[in-house]
């Protein structure tokens, strides 16, 4: 076995995974403060690797999130030796972050092995509880708010950004066996799991994404609040968090819905622009 990685070269590894994406987490912690951002890289990691290993890792993805898991004992009870729980490691000791989130995190992976249905939208939600929520979580104890209430409306964020992300990209879970549709929403509107494999979005699909879209903006408005309740630069983190899952919604409405002929997405001039405008409200916000 070989010996666990320094410190130094294990923050170094976290970062290298962190700028080798270009996602919302990656791209937004430019943003923050620079002596926030190598702990910032280091939760992006372990998120990364947990979602890779339920997604894309070769072999048996449930002995692999097991071992994983394992891992992350030895973190807050050992000594870990892959690198990015030994930067982890670090970083819980000097933020006080408990293993439920990390924990959470795994078996929401371990509920993506196999077919996945959901009954109820409150099934859904409890499923995001595992596999969005706990981000949000782990990003307040880097601020230093652990407040229930800080909490709560992080949770309606991270929760909305994962519905943004389902609603998006229906047709592309379906096709590797997930539907995170509702069933009872689907048998509302009428719509069957054969009209996700049409090359084209039914009038009743349409009607059923709807719905679940306005379900999605109702959580952003809810979370939005968390802005006001953070200090600093890291209030244009949320709000650009907040504003681009709004805009993935809008590019779903732009679409007519019809999210089975094309993955809407958000082109990156309008990402830019998302930057520059959420910035500027927040500045006048400080001046007025």
């Known amino acids: 076995m070989e010996p ?3 410190l130094e070269a294990a923050y170094a590894h976290c970062a290298a995974i962190a700028k080798d994406h270009y996602e919302n987490f990656s791209v937004a912690s430019l943003l923050l403060p620079r002596g926030l951002r190598p702990a910032f890289y280091t939760l992006y990691a372990y998120c990364r690797h947990t979602d890779d290993l339920g997604d894309e890792a070769k072999g048996d993805r449930l002995a692999l999130l097991e071992e994983w898991e394992r891992e992350l004992v030895r973190v807050y009870g050992g ?3 892959d690198p990015i729980m030994v930067a982890l490691q670090d970083v819980i000791r000097r933020f006080g972050i408990p293993d439920e989130p990390f924990g959470k995190l795994i078996q929401a992976n371990r509920m993506d092995q196999g077919r996945v249905r959901f009954e109820t939208f409150d099934e859904l939600r409890e499923y995001c509880a595992h596999s969005a929520n706990p981000v949000g979580r782990m990003v307040l104890h880097l601020l230093g708010d652990t407040s229930e209430a800080s909490g709560r409306l992080s949770d309606a964020t991270c929760t909305a950004l994962q519905l943004a992300n389902f609603w998006q990209d229906v047709k592309r879970d379906h096709l590797v ?4 549709l509702p069933r009872e929403d689907m048998n509302r509107f009428g719509v069957t799991e054969h009209d996700l494999t ?13 719905f679940e879209v306005g379900r999605a903006q109702g959580l952003f408005e809810e979370g939005i609040a968390l802005v006001d309740r953070v200090r600093g630069r890291v209030k244009l ?3 650009l968090f907040s504003k681009g899952g709004m ?3 809008q590019a779903i409405r732009e679409c007519d819905y019809d999210v089975l002929a094309g993955r809407p997405t958000v082109p990156t001039s309008r990402k830019l622009w998302l930057v520059l ?3 500027a409200r927040l500045a006048l916000r400080r001046v007025v």
């Open 4 to 6: 666990p990685p320094s």
């Open 79 to 81: 000594e870990p030796t």
């Open 177 to 180: 066996g997930r539907v995170y």
């Open 198 to 210: 049409m090359p084209t979005a039914s009038p009743a699909f349409k009607t059923l994404l709807r």
């Open 237 to 239: 983190d949320i709000a």
């Open 247 to 249: 805009r993935t919604l």
């Open 277 to 279: 405008t959420t910035g």
